[in-house]
């Protein structure tokens, strides 16, 4: 096709101008007398050929030259793609936007995902009026922005206009999937496109199964554009991870907080900075090697009871959300203890407790016959001794505490019945029987198969090899899977299991909390033991340091107590609304958008609290580019392009046509180099044929 066909009259006539040229060229002929003509006859006729060829090869040049111009002005192309003799067709055209927290990423001319709305927005404004377009985003899981097809494209303006990057890794594969479905309903005589918008990072494009990137390919092929507004080379420096050891900060302080530091794209060194409550705490050194991961560690400082924002943070660099990495420390005060047994059976018990806790009142204690329909959620930790199997009525609220994030101690006795109790669903073990030790094996030493559990972990014990004297013990065997040995006696038997249920955790003992059973409670280290469990009843394992942006984040299980209030507000006092629902009559509360990285404060009368600490997922740290040959294997067929230069252009030639005018131009220059070196050439040889030439016999003048 031609851009402008009136041209092609001018190409026409201007090649008509050589041969109306070399039709009325008149041919001079002048005598010449010689002596004898036999000879000369001869080499006239085969000049008259070699004038003739010569002169049709100057006319076929220079028509050429003409005629080519001529289209050149009409501007031919190649059609790439259907159309109607009279205009081309209108189109369909779906969109990908890639939300992936990496679109955050600074590149000099604005964040990638500033760059690709702006993509977006030039895109639509190419479409005609005819032409319709929809859009979806390129989360963890696709959403709609602009579901069906539309024409107007000041809805696309304005949806777009307040929209930001999200704070999660993309899966682009569903996205396009969705994007082909909506194109494949609305099939008919219209063109149709799809356009992805991303900085390309390999993570949005992997994770994905072949089965959901198989549906993404369609057996009928869609012109594909990917526009690339990303870095080809990101770097990156960013706090991956955190470890509080131990996991129980309390207010004697001494825990140590070991911090995993990732690099992407050079080798250097960089400082890591720790804050508590916005205050600087401490700062050091590091250096980290692209792809690896560098630990640096700093010591938690003393704090008083109450729960306290910090962070560390790495210096500011072009991806900046993911400089800091938001936590809460919750700092324990006495936590509240119940205790159900009789007296005589947790004597010792309770005396730890108070010694533990400082305070009388940090401890209840109840007999079981009391246990049905008491109020056990205030309670941090249940202790309950020789009090199995409980009744029916009980079963039910010890299995939501627990599942809630409480934690169950158990002490059996005499009385206990594991196996018939209803609890089997959350024990970590059933009993087979009792072992009874005698005068040979009664000593024995404990063995720690976990120092590093939070219930053991910085106790001076573990230096020595404690003992105590064993009378009886349950046998505790046929674990769950979910279950672990935190203690063991030298003979083998299990003395402490444990099994985390829900948000919380079961502790079984194969002994009794008095001294019919052995000489534990006796001890020095029963103290320090039963302490930590207490302790551990506020592990932040059930109330993690921070959470990870996410759709549907449900605000019970990070949370100790489900917030009445409608919202919460980041630091700089903007809301976000909490939805509250009721389900199997329980009370859930949940946020519906992913959040951005920072603190959350719940607001109280007496001012702000901190509530919850949000960082980025960090799998998002991978910022290798796909490679073209992996989009084209499943994007086929495809145009990859890395500016909006080379983005328009190749929409132009697909919507248009290939441009045949810069070809033409270049034959034309050549015609016309040759055209001109045998005109050239010709002169030269007419010169040449008309010098004087001297007969050898008589004269002859020319």
Known sequence: MFETPLFLFAAVAGAMVPLILH???KWRSQPIYFPTIRFLRLAQHAAARRIRLQNVLLWFMRTMIMLLLGVAFAMPVIRTTGGGMLGRAARDVGIVLDMSYTMHYETGEGTAFDLAVEGVLNMIATLSEDDRY??????????????????????????????????EPSALFPAIGVARHILAEHTGRRLQELHIFTDNRKQAWSGIDTARAEDARAEDAVSTFVYVTG?????????????????LVTPSGGNMLHVEVGSWGVSRETVVQFFVAEQEQARRAVWVDPHEQATVSFRVPSLAAGTYTARVETPEDNLSVDNALHFLLRVGASVPSLVVGTERQTLFLRAALRAAAGSEDAVTHIPHDQFVGFDIEPYGVVFICD??????HAIGQLEEYIRAGGLLVIFPGARTRLVDSALRDVMPAVPEGIWQFDENDARQSLVWEQPEHPVLAGLDVLSRSPQITMQRAFVLENMH????VLLRLRNGLPLMVERNVGSGAVVLFAIGADRGWSNFPLTSYFLPVIAQLVDYSQDSRRYPLFVQSQRGLLLNDVMREVPSERELEDGQGRSVRIRHVQQDGKPFAYIESPLAPGMYYRRESDGL???LAVNIHAQGMELDPASAPFLEQWLQPVAISHSWEAYAEALDIHRVGR??????????????AIEFWFANYLVQRGEASNKVVQPVSGEMST
Do not use: C, M
Request: charge should be negative; proline fraction near 11%.
């Open 23 to 25: 039709l009325t060229q």
């Open 134 to 167: 929809f859009i979806i985003l390129a989360a963890r899981e696709p959403s709609a922005l602009i579901p069906e097809p539309i024409r107007d494209k000041d809805v696309a303006i304005e949806a777009l206009g307040d929209l930001e990057a999200g704070y």
């Open 231 to 247: 870095v080809e080379a990101p770097q990156n420096i960013a706090p991956l991870s955190l470890e509080l050891e131990p996991p």
């Open 387 to 392: 009090a199995l199997p409980v009744d029916g």
């Open 481 to 484: 899977a979910d279950a672990a």
């Open 609 to 611: 609290h901190p509530a």
């Open 659 to 672: 441009s045949l005018v810069e070809i033409i131009l270049w034959l034309v220059l050549l015609l016309v």
